[in-house]
């Protein structure tokens, strides 16, 4: 029979790559959330500078506007990295559960081979050899 080795160290480098991805993606979250709350502050500084509140008034600042266009946008990245994190998240938990199978498969495997050999070793001519 073949080692399960070889499948068992792919899933171990699988659940690793799973892994740093997540970092990764949170990582990237909360860096759009610290530049989210920046340009709330500029926003709220530019509104409070020009004494215009109303982004549908006609003299709302244009860095305001451009300000919350960004923001926006990065809440939307926010949301999308949520799902790809959610995602990623689903992908691991198969992984781990796939890396406890081939684990638990390796190591019956193991025990398997050592009692055939046992069997083997006290196996007398003339006795049939029970596997």
Do not use: C
């Not at 959330?33 to 020009?50: H, T």
């Not at 990065?74 to 990623?88: F, H, P, T, W």
């Amino acid at each position: 029979m073949k080692s399960r080795e070889p499948l068992i160290r792919a899933k171990r480098f699988q659940m690793d790559d799973a892994r740093r991805r997540i970092t990764q993606i949170e990582g990237m979250m909360a860096d759009f959330e610290r530049m989210i709350a920046d340009l709330e502050r500029d926003i709220a500084a530019e509104e409070q500078r020009s004494g215009v509140n109303d982004p549908r008034h006609f003299a709302y600042p244009p860095l305001a506007q451009a300000a919350r266009g960004r923001r926006d946008n990065l809440r939307n990245s926010v949301d999308e990295l949520s799902q790809q994190r959610d995602g990623a998240r689903a992908v691991l938990t198969q992984i781990e559960s796939d890396l406890a199978l081939a684990e638990a498969a390796g190591e019956m495997e193991r025990t398997g081979k050592a009692d055939v050999g046992a069997r083997r070793r006290n196996w007398r001519p003339g006795e049939a050899l029970r596997l």
